[in-house]
């Protein structure tokens, strides 16, 4: 649900109203914000010593802040010669990134540019991403640190640099095919084409937006100019511990997108279930217990283990489709019948058809655990039918900012 206010006596007037839609402009920028007040005055004054006398510009701020941020674009915007549109998001679903999507879906220009509210992106480079971008008939064009005059020269401290680093190597690793010709897939400042995003395909998690694009719908052309990471105007950087772990569980969801890789996946951590399940046994058996219920119990123990791994790292996106006593009570279910469903099998594999027991176990692991993988992901994590809900329908307000000659941007959803 959207709700607009305006300025009362300009846009509240019918007259105004009805011009009130300008032409679409070059260049939308999206700034995702979060509690970035002492930031916005300095970034528009630079938006606007740098942009508009080059190409048209709007400029959309998503917000997720939780101080008056969105007061202050708006009281700053006031005197802007160019649109300026604030989006306030009620739940931020998907962290930044999903501040981002919501921006692409507000863009009303062909290129659209994306960089941080914190004035580490230098404003003056948007009129060089926008025009790389024409002149290489790109789709993307990446702000890079790490090419010849790119610098990470604003990434504060050893610790933040090796992070960076780190993270960047790991995803081109692991995404070697779709992040070619990409030196800086961490980058958070680049321009892409609207007509290159497909929104609705975007399941951002945390602040890698760009990472995020270049896997599930890559620009046929990509391109980059350098630039060079800048000081912090203000405040402190959201950059946290738990930021860095959001990443590493995207990574492995995206990694993990094809059956295949999902299978794999699914196999190590069912054999990390072995650790719990052993000291489960161990810790029975030392207090009286007999082995076999013992073993029973132990297994449980194993179950929860894997349970709680797969449903943070391996099906995180599919959780919504059912209640999470459902979810448990389907997996503990499927589980415990592979348990079951093992022995006898090893018997038929025996007995009837002659093969050795070393072999029949064997066979019975492999067996059992696709039909494990099978059932987890068709009876406890596949859509209803219909199709699932729209991801993430987080609640919203938009409130617009007038600018010059009594125009003003207009963005509701």
């Not at 230098?122 to 060089?128: G, K, R, W």
């Not at 996946?265 to 013992?294: D, Q, S």
């Not at 059992?368 to 993988?373: E, I, Q």
Request: glycine share 10%.
């Amino acid at each position: 649900m959207t709700h607009e206010s305006t300025v009362p006596g300009e846009l509240g007037d019918p007259a105004v109203r009805a011009a009130e839609v300008p032409e679409p402009g070059a260049v939308t920028i999206v700034v995702p914000t979060f509690n970035e007040s002492a930031n916005i005055r300095e970034l528009l004054r630079r938006i606007n010593e740098s942009v508009p006398g080059r190409l048209p510009c709007e400029v959309v701020f998503v917000d997720d802040s939780t101080d008056d941020t969105p007061d202050v674009i708006f009281r700053e915007a006031q005197d802007c010669p160019f649109p300026v549109t604030v989006l306030h998001r009620e739940e931020p679903v998907g962290g930044l990134g999903g501040a981002v999507v919501e921006g692409f879906k507000a863009a009303g220009s062909d290129w659209i540019v994306v960089m941080d509210g914190d004035l580490q992106h230098p404003p003056s480079l948007v009129p060089e991403l926008v025009g790389t971008g024409e002149r290489a008939n790109a789709g993307l064009v990446v702000a890079s640190r790490y090419i010849k005059g790119g610098s990470r020269a604003g990434l504060a401290g050893g610790y933040r640099i090796a992070v960076s680093r780190g993270a960047t190597w790991l995803a081109k690793s692991l995404f070697p095919r779709k992040l070619r010709g990409i030196s800086d897939p961490m980058s958070g400042f680049f321009a892409i084409r609207r007509s290159a995003v497909t929104a609705e395909i975007l399941q951002p998690l945390g602040y890698k937006i760009l990472f995020e694009l270049a896997v599930r719908s890559r620009p046929r052309r990509v391109t980059e100019v350098p630039f060079v990471f800048q000081d912090r105007f203000a405040g402190e950087s959201k950059s946290t511990a738990q930021e860095g772990f959001r990443f590493l569980r995207h990574l492995l969801g995206l990694r993990t997108a094809s059956p295949a890789a999902r299978m794999v996946a699914f196999g190590l951590i069912g054999a990390t279930g072995f650790v719990p399940n052993l000291f489960g046994l161990w810790a029975l058996t030392e207090l009286g217990l007999h082995y076999v219920p013992a073993e029973i119990l132990a297994n449980q123990l194993g179950l929860a283990w894997n349970f709680l791994l797969i449903e943070h790292l391996l099906f995180r996106e599919r959780r919504r489709h059912r209640r999470w006593w459902d979810r448990v009570g389907r997996f503990a279910l499927i589980a415990n019948a592979d348990l079951l469903l093992r022995i006898p099998l090893i018997a038929l594999l025996v007995h009837e058809l002659g093969i050795g027991a070393l072999s029949a176990t064997a066979l019975a692991l492999v067996m059992t655990f696709v039909l494990r993988f099978v059932g987890t992901e068709a009876l406890v994590y596949l859509p209803r039918r219909g199709g699932s809900k729209r991801r993430g329908a987080a609640k919203a307000h938009s409130r617009t900012a007038p600018v010059g000659a009594g125009r003003s941007a207009r963005r509701s959803r």
